[in-house]
């Protein structure tokens, strides 16, 4: 058996509620992308505590980064993301997030945890400290990373734009996990492209404004942005092969104030999600050239104008990494552990192990209650369980925070541990 998941049986019945007792105050205490400076601070203090890790804070922004040194091996780096969502939680746990704050643009929101950034702070803590107590179950250099902002696609980048990769030891393999809707208990692993790239950007249609009473004298963007929406949706239809995939959303469409007026711009905010480059190119060029054809059909005075509001870059696993860490998890989780298909879900975890051009593997955990999640197979209702982003997103803890810690114990030891 593993030794450092043997180490955590041994040590569960002590660690597991005081690790429940910090995720359920980050789940109350949600903070907002690149705004992590509460729970950056509980992670840092948390680490100094453990004392062998040297640990810096404010690494780009908000970031915290531990070294624990130990002897002759591989770097392996740990990764975890901090921060919430804009958006008010309707779970009606008894440890629900009310907290409020200015998102950026200024508008009063909602602040919630409805990705599960709260678990993998608490995971992450949870290995650190295990792979502290018990140094001589393995040797290398760990390096645990808590980054901001993964929401905005901005975290990753901002850690490494303030010299991570010169300030610390270089990876020799980079790991990372996501909680997921899935059966808890379970573990979902996939060589090669698991996330999709994801690509969303404003638009600004502009027409001229008027009085609702006179449609002669204005150019109603509020047309021009519903005919550029119901166009939008042949780009996958119509233009994606069948046997590609892609998805385009179009999650805003502002404009106007009144009923008698015709405002003088209409904006509209999409989501792309795409699993090949070429794929990526194509719809993004698509984009652009409908909504500068349906302005150039309402007789638009201007261009609209578009602004990248995020990238993500596909998050592809490196296969021989992947290998070992699926027979990992083969043998600590049996049958548990499973190949996943892709998700259409972005991350900037990637951006780690491009920065530093070495592998990484990024897996799922499942955080579904067992018996809902058979239910909902057995009735065809899977798509009735609320997933990460939805206000009702609620990961069972038992047995999930057991689970994310076994399986990031679990994939280290395949580095760290010999034999
Ligand atoms: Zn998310
Ligand atoms: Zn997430």
């Not at 550029?228 to 239809?237: E, F, K, N």
């Not at 989501?271 to 309402?298: F, M, Q």
């Not at 951006?351 to 051009?357: D, L, V």
């Amino acid at each position: 058996m593993n030794p450092l998941t043997q180490a955590l049986e041994a040590s569960a019945a002590a660690m597991l509620p005081a690790l429940e007792t910090i995720y359920k105050d980050l789940h109350r205490n949600p903070e907002l992308s690149m705004q992590e400076v509460r729970t950056a601070g509980i992670v840092a203090d948390f680490l100094e505590n453990l004392g062998s890790y040297t640990v810096t804070r404010e690494v780009g922004a908000t970031g915290v980064v531990g070294v624990l040194k130990n002897g002759e091996g591989p770097v392996v780096m740990l990764r975890a993301d901090m921060d919430a969502l804009p958006m008010a939680e309707a779970t009606g746990l008894p440890y629900a997030s009310t907290v409020t704050a200015k998102d950026e643009d200024g508008f009063d929101t909602g602040v919630a945890h409805s990705c599960g950034h709260d678990l993998h702070v608490t995971w992450l803590l949870g290995a650190a400290q295990l792979l502290a107590q018990n140094t001589d179950a393995w040797a290398g250099t760990l390096m645990v990373v808590f980054q901001p902002g993964e929401e905005v696609g901005r975290g990753a980048q901002s850690m490494i734009d303030d010299g991570m990769m010169q300030r610390f030891p270089k990876p020799d393999i980079i790991l990372g996990q996501h909680v997921m809707v899935g059966k808890a208990g379970t573990v979902g692993y996939r060589d090669g492209t698991i996330l999709s790239a994801g690509d969303s950007l404003k638009v600004r249609l502009f027409g001229r404004g008027s009085h609702g009473s006179q449609p002669q004298t204005a150019i109603d963007p509020v047309v021009m942005a519903a005919s550029t929406v119901m166009r939008l949706q042949t780009v996958v239809s119509r233009e994606i092969a069948p046997a590609d995939s892609a998805v385009l959303t179009i999650g805003a469409l502002q404009a106007g104030t009144k009923e008698n007026i015709i405002p003088d711009e209409a904006t509209l905010k999409l989501n792309v999600r795409t699993y090949d480059e070429n794929v990526r190119k194509h719809v993004l060029g698509a984009i652009r050239r409908i909504c500068c054809a349906e302005c150039a059909a309402s007789n638009s005075p201007r261009e609209p104008e578009f602004t990248p509001l995020s990238s993500y870059p596909l998050t592809r696993n490196d296969v021989e990494a992947t290998a070992k860490v699926a027979g990992a998890f083969k043998a600590q989780f049996g049958d548990c552990a499973y190949e996943t298909p892709p998700a259409a879900a972005s991350e900037d975890f990637s951006i780690f192990g491009r920065a530093w051009r070495v592998p990484y593997v990024f897996w799922f955990v499942g955080g579904t209650d067992a018996a809902t999640y058979d239910d909902a197979v057995a009735s065809g209702q899977l798509n009735a369980i609320p997933s990460n982003h939805s206000p009702k997103f609620a990961p069972v803890l038992d047995p999930t925070l057991k689970t994310g810690l076994q399986s990031m114990l679990t994939a280290a030891s395949a580095w760290l541990c010999k034999g």
